[in-house]
Each structure stands twice: as C-alpha cells, then as structure tokens.
C-alpha cells in the first residue's frame, strides 16, 4: 500500500436533520391563541410589580421574578417601533415554505402594551412609504379561517390618511 | 472560599408521558417556584448564579435555555446552561460555590420527550459519515452494549429482568414516579422486544418534566436548613466517542470518575461506607454494569447482588430505592433526579421510599450513547 500521504477526493455526504416537533403552547400563549381564533383580540399579561404589559403573555415577568396572572386586553392598534425590508426569502417553518421577497418585517406596538409584536407589514416595500411612528392596524384572518396560531394574523397595515412626517 | 457545598433544597416535577399543559418555561418554573417557596429563598436576593441542563434537539431550539432564561433567574444576570446529563449542573454548581465565586445557585433541569422523536434526536449523537447512517440510536447501541456485556459474564436476560422488577417495585412508593408495579420475570421477557436483548421494559420510557436544586456554600446552607446534605465528592470522565474504540463490556469512565469522587470524599469501601446508590439506569443492563464501574462489585458480580436482595430498598446496600430511570425520567433530568433523590433520602425526606438511617450516598448520571460520559457525586449528611 501506498504510505506516502497523497491528496485524497474531497467527499461530503449529504444528510438532513430532520426532527418533527409539537409544541405544547403552554398555558399563557394557550390563552393568548385562544382569544385570539375565537374573540379576535390580542391579550397580554400585567406585572403585579412593575406593571409592566407582557405580550406575549408567559409565566414570570423576567425583571421582578414574579408571577403574572393579572390578564389585560390588548388594542388591535398600535405604532411601527421599527421595520426592515427583507431582500432573502426567508422559510416559514410551519410551512416549509418561503416568504417572497421583497416584503416587510415591522415590530408594532399595540397600544396598550410595552411590549411589541413581530410581523408582516402590508406595505409597498419603499423607504419613503414606511416610517418609525407609523400608525397600524392589525389584520386578521376570517372567523371560520383561523386556526389558532400565529397565521391567525395575516399582517399589520398602515391606518389610512397619515402623512410621513418631515 | 468556601470549604463544603451543600444542597438545601429540592423540587421535582411528577413525570408524566406528556405535559400537554404546559411549554418548557411553564414546566420549568413549576419546580423553581417550588423550590424556592420550600427553602424560603428569593431570586433577586439570594440566588447569585444559575445553571441550566437541556439539550438543543430535544428541545427544538438552538441555545435551549434562552426559552428558560426568565424563569431561572437569567434575566439581567448570569446563567449557564451546560448541555450534558443533570447531574453535570450538580458538579459545576458545586465548582463554582469551591472557588468563591458564588455562594447560592440554582440548579435545574428540564426535557420534554413528548414533543418529538428519541430515536431521531438520538441518532444525531452519533458521528455523521461513519455511523449516523446506520439509523443507531441510544437503544440500539445500547443492545449492543447489553449483549457484549451478557458474553463476558454469563450473564442471561432474567439477570436484567430482575433489576427491572426490583426497580418498578420501588416506584411504587415513588408518587413521582411514571411507571412502577410488581412484575414477574415473564412480565419483562415477554414485553415487546426493542433491540435484543432489551425489551420494552429493559428501556426507560419517555417522559416529560423538570427537577430543581440549590446548592450554597456551608456558612449560607446553616441559614438556610437544618438538613444541609454535603456534596462530599465529584468525580467526572470520558471514554471514546466512537463504539469501536471502546470494549462495551467494561466502563472505565465510571471507574475514574468514582475513583476521584471517591478520593475527594475519603472512601475506600463503597460498600461499607455507603448506605444507598442512586444510579442512571437508562437500559436496565445499565444497574449491574454501573455497579461495577462504581466500585461496588468485581465485574460480572452485579446480578447476584440483584437476586440475592442485597440491592432491594431493604438490603444491605440499596440501589435505586426511588425506582431509578426505568420508573420514567426525562433524557438529561435523569442524572440531577439521582442527586436529587439521593439528597432527599440524606435529608429523610423521602417518604414511603426512605431508607433507613442514610447517612451517605452516591449518585451518577451518564451522558451519551453507553455512558460515554460519567459523572459521579457522593453525597453525606455529616
Ligand atoms: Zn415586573
């Protein structure tokens, strides 16, 4: 045999990873997706110590180690706290799926809440029409079409009439 | 720097097959709610360091304690998860409470089985191009293991049924436990075979739920409980990665991970100075090549010590009193649940399960594919 120390074929074997998982929502996101299929309402969750609005709701506010079980509804309005125009196709996991770019990711504020929520933005991907301030609305499946995850909400849109500040 | 470490507090979950109710922070905070209520102690005033134990596939998320961070102190302050077997958080928490550096921590682990695949989240263990092809899981591996150990000793299929059947019947004083019951020998041969020569019953089922801890050093453990149990000793090992390396029939890795423990806390008889054992028995094979590995049998020796009585709850040196892994503990909980009941019994805190008049104790926990990993702690009431 050979000894000496040839270069070799380079060899990658292909192999996916693939785990199926099912979440157990828990308690708190149990309630939140609930009111959100049935009622079409957002609800969070009230720190008995800080008063801080926790959207999504969950078990402890993080800051005071306390337990949140005071429940609040949420307005289904609320204001763009920042934003980005995607350019990748980012993949829905749900779906496998990817989201066509170009498209708009905003974290909305509802009012009411000091927390934001992360989502699609139905907006013409453009700089001078998508601002930080911006007003929005929620936009929601139908009744019958909502399923209770987060595809419940199709996207957030500007409330209509604003001008872009200078 | 403090010169003792000792646990002041305990919380487990009831293990269950699925905990639908609840996702991973709600199961975790389930037991640090508890834990902290038992021992008195806040977060925000007392807890100065936290280690977390999962694993990032079975949880289904890259860096899996960031889901935990809020309800395990880590927010604005520090948190460590290690990715190992629970009673690995046992063995740095205690570090780091030697050093100085801390004085209370937090241990806890958590794994939720039910949400997806043991096989599948097994399977990615192993070493990509040479043996994750094969489909080997930790059951597979571990009929291998099980059936090379059978052929350097003699040893026979009823010789592991037995420590199943011993194990089942402690859980039934366990009211954490999943699985428990009185069975027979042709109960666990005749239950659907796994991978021969395991069946079923050979293997721990899957389970979800959550184990806490906290450990202080020895001025703050007086103020926080009468029944302090001393972390006495900590030994932990590897052995090879690959199968291959490694003959199956023996664990080296427990023996030097023991010998350290051992030697830190001034044992040279484990059976004499030991009055109970609490060990990771994943596969019920597992019982008897452990005993070995810890000292307490030549090998081969274990399954007599089984049949004979002399590891029952009521024998000279009982093993596994809680019903152990094969009465149902999660993957990666397993090992700080061994800590955890070990101290429980060292507290007399035990229940229907205590054993009498424990006044020291040994736990393991093993990490990987035929307890590639090995980490042993000894644990006293003196
Ligand atoms: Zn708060």
């Known amino acids: 045999m050979n000894q000496k120390n040839t270069v070799t074929e380079q060899i990658c074997v292909p192999m996916t990873v693939d785990v199926p998982y099912r979440f157990a929502a828990g308690k708190y996101m149990a309630r939140f997706l609930t009111e959100l299929r049935d009622n079409g309402r957002f609800v969070g969750v009230k720190c008995p110590s800080c008063n801080r609005v926790q959207m999504p709701p969950r078990v402890v506010c993080a800051a005071c180690h306390v337990k949140n079980d005071e429940w609040v509804e949420l307005s289904s309005e609320g204001t763009m706290v920042g934003f980005t125009i995607m350019y990748l196709p980012l993949t829905d996991p749900t779906t496998g799926k990817p989201h066509e770019p170009p498209f708009v990711y905003g974290s909305v504020r509802l009012d009411g809440s000091d927390s934001t929520v992360e989502h699609m933005v139905n907006v013409e991907p453009d700089l001078d029409k998508i601002w930080v301030g911006m007003r929005m609305k929620v936009v929601l499946r139908d009744r019958e079409e909502r399923i209770g995850d987060l595809s419940d909400i199709i996207h957030f849109e500007p409330l209509p009439g604003q001008k872009r500040p200078q | ?382």
């Open chain 2, 1 to 382: 720097m403090s010169d003792r470490v000792a646990i002041v507090g305990v919380a487990q979950t009831r293990f269950s097959p699925k905990r639908a109710d609840a996702n991973v922070a709600e199961l975790a905070y389930e037991v640090i709610e508890k834990v902290l209520n038992d021992t008195g102690l806040s977060i925000e005033k007392d807890i100065d360091n936290t280690i977390s134990c999962s694993h990032d596939i079975w949880d289904g998320q890259t860096i899996s304690n960031i889901g935990i961070t809020d309800v395990a102190g880590g927010h604005l302050r520090t948190e460590e998860k290690m990715a190992m077997d629970g009673s690995t958080a046992a063995y740095y928490g205690a570090v780091g409470i030697l050093s100085g550096e801390y004085e209370c921590t937090l241990l806890l682990a958590h794994t939720k089985m039910s949400q997806t695949n043991r096989h599948i989240v097994n399977n990615d263990a192993f070493e990509p191009i040479y043996s994750r092809q094969l489909g080997l899981d930790f059951t597979s591996a571990g009929a291998l293991q099980a059936r090379r150990f059978m052929h350097a000793h003699g040893l026979s299929r009823e010789d592991f049924a037995r420590v199943v059947m011993k194990n089942l019947g402690n859980a039934m004083a366990n009211p954490l436990a999943c699985r428990f019951g009185y069975y027979g020998l042709d109960d666990v041969l005749s239950a659907p075979m796994e991978a021969d020569p395991l069946t079923a019953m050979d293997a721990a089922p899957d389970v979800d739920g959550a184990v806490a801890m906290i450990v202080a050093s020895e001025s703050k453990a007086k103020k926080i409980t009468d029944t302090p149990v001393w972390i006495q000793g900590l030994g932990s090992c590897y052995d090879d990665y690959f199968l291959g390396d490694r003959d199956l029939a023996e664990c080296m890795a427990l023996e030097k991970a023991a010998a350290q423990a051992y030697k830190m806390a001034g044992i040279s008889n484990p059976v004499k100075d030991l009055d109970l054992i609490e060990l990771s028995d994943e596969f019920s094979y597992q019982e008897l090549l452990w005993l070995e590995g810890l000292g307490v049998c030549k090998p081969g020796e274990g399954a007599r010590l089984t049949e004979s009585g002399f590891t029952s709850r009521e024998g000279e040196l009982p093993v596994n009193p809680s019903g152990g892994v094969l009465s149902g503990v999660p993957a990666n909980v397993m090992g700080l649940n061994r800590v955890a009941e070990a101290a429980l019994q060292l507290m007399g805190k035990a229940g229907e399960r205590q054993v009498k008049d424990a006044k020291r104790a040994v736990a393991q926990g093993h990490t990987g594919f035929c307890g590639q990993h090995q980490c042993v702690i000894v644990l006293g009431n003196q």
